[in-house]
Structures are given as C-alpha cells and as structure tokens.
C-alpha cells in the first residue's frame, strides 16, 4: 500500500522569508500525482500545488512551489516570502493514476511569526 | 454559490445512536468523496462515488453507509456510533478522476460518540 510521510510535525518561520515542508512517499507505480493540501484554522481544505509524475518540471503557484525528486520519492513544499496568512496545517497527498483513492500524510503545522 | 455544503457542522451522539451527515454541492459534479481527521492521522477516506448510483469504499469503510441517488447529495451515515468514530468529517467533490482535477472540500463536521 502506498505511503505519505511528513517527517516534520511542526514548522516554523519568520514573515517574509523561505520555509520548506518535507514529504516522502512510498510507490511502486508510474503513474501518480502528488498535492499539497492547506488547512487554515477554518478547517477548510484547499488545494495549494498539484504535480504529476510524468513532469520533470517542478509545478509552481505563485509563492509556492515544489521540489519532486522521483527518483529519492520526494515532493517538497517551498514557501517564498512567507505571509502570516499562510499559517496553517499542511498536508502531502498521493494517489495513483487511474484511482480515485487519495493518500494523505499526517500533516505539518506550520507558524508564521510576525 | 454555496460549492460544499455540509451539516451539521457539530454533532454529539451517545453510543449507538444513528444518524446522517449530510452532503450537498452545487457544482454539477460527479465525483464526491467522505473523509475523516483524526489527530495525528491526516486525512481518510471512508467512502466515494463517481456518480449517481455508483459507490465504491476507500480505506476504512467499516461502520458508514453511503448511497448517491442524485448528483447534489451524498449522504453519509452512520447505524449504530461507536466513539471510535469520533472525528471531523470532511466531504470534497471533483469534476473527474481525484488525481486529474481539483477537490473542493465542504467545511467539515465534528462528531463526538460519547
């Protein structure tokens, strides 16, 4: 069965600089993608950053971007110019091509400090 | 445009008590999903259907109940509480297969099973 882990449970950073959040996975398949989910207080989930296994190019969005190393099994969340509205729980996510069973970590907590 | 809805937002039940968590979207689509979040966990997922009539498990079935008679609604229910079913139930919906497009999430239901 595939496997996500955060490794870091807790994070921290001062406003307007760079955090990265770690996620390892753990397949045997090609085909798959990977996301990163934020949990604001409000509980909502929100997709931050999606990044398909067939693209060697790393996906970015705005301040936010990855760095997926296929071959280590690792998919990175970096955080450029962290905002304090950026506090919030963060989750790594795989599922494999063709399945609709999505695989999250256990999350990351991370704290913007003003 | 209300997107996910879920009710209710908070739910104390005693042990073997039933009820429904109810589903609703307004987006016209197809794929809809139940998850848990547990503490120290991440996120589940306990049900899915790809469509009206079609449900299919995801990783921890056991003790829920789903139907899709319409593309809005996807109730989850539960027979008989047991407090290990205590959690924060979320409901997310897609355009398509979980891994091509985005889920949006519904805001989530506290459940307590004292």
Redesign the interface.
Known sequence: AQT?TQSQPEMSVQEAETVTLSCTYDTSESD??LFWYKQPP??????VI?QEAYKQQNATENRFSVNFQKAAKSFSLKISDSQLGDAAMY?C?Y?????????????TKLTVNP | NAGVTQTPKFQVLKTGQSMTLQCAQDMNHEYMSWYRQDPGMGLRLIHYSVGAGITDQGEVPNGYNVSRSTTEDFPLRLLSAAPSQTSVYFCATSTGFFAKNIQYFGAGTRLSVL
């Open positions: 996500v798959y993608y409000s509980r909502q989930m929100i997709l999606r989750f996510a599922v494999q091509g063709g399945s609709e069973k999505l695989v999250f970590g256990k999350g």
